[in-house]
């Protein structure tokens, strides 16, 4: 064999090498691919309904929600219609009431007054007493001086 021969055999042998290297990433490759198809199709088969029930329960939420706003709507109107039937009673009402109310004190003290004094009596004796600084209001105190 001649070195040319020599030389060829040896490109002929890493091409073979090279191509069979190939040949297996090229069958890894179709079967990643193949797990990948799968794997999508299996994931599609699924997302399509979860967005089906998604959809739904968004448009559910949104049912809901506008009725909180309409009960709010209400609520609020009912709390303004109160609002204002109070201050209504309150300028109607209020007013007289407490004339009347205080109308009413003022004549039960008078009339209790004149019950109770008698015309001809003398009025009761005041008495100053002397108070000690430190000393607590009702007696209950200690007194300075008296350890």
């Not at 890894?28 to 799968?38: F, P």
């Not at 009673?89 to 003290?109: D, E, I, Q, W």
């Amino acid at each position: 064999m001649s070195g040319g021969e020599v030389a060829g055999l040896l490109v002929a042998v890493f091409w073979a090498i090279l191509v069979s290297f190939l040949a297996v990433v090229l069958v890894r490759l179709a079967q990643t691919l193949k797990a990948a198809t799968k794997l999508v199709t299996g994931v599609t088969e699924q997302a399509v309904p979860l967005l089906g029930e998604a959809s739904a329960t968004v448009r559910s939420a949104q049912t809901q929600l506008d009725r909180v706003d309409a009960i709010a709507s209400d609520v609020q109107e009912v709390t303004s219609n109160a609002s204002a039937l109070s201050s209504t009673v309150s300028t109607t009402f209020g007013g007289p009431l407490v004339k009347v109310a205080s109308f009413g004190y003022g004549v039960r003290r008078a009339l209790r007054r004149k019950r109770d004094v008698p015309a001809q009596q003398t009025p009761p004796p005041v008495v100053v007493s002397r108070t000690v600084p430190g000393a607590r209001r009702g007696g209950r105190g200690r007194m300075r001086g008296k350890g």
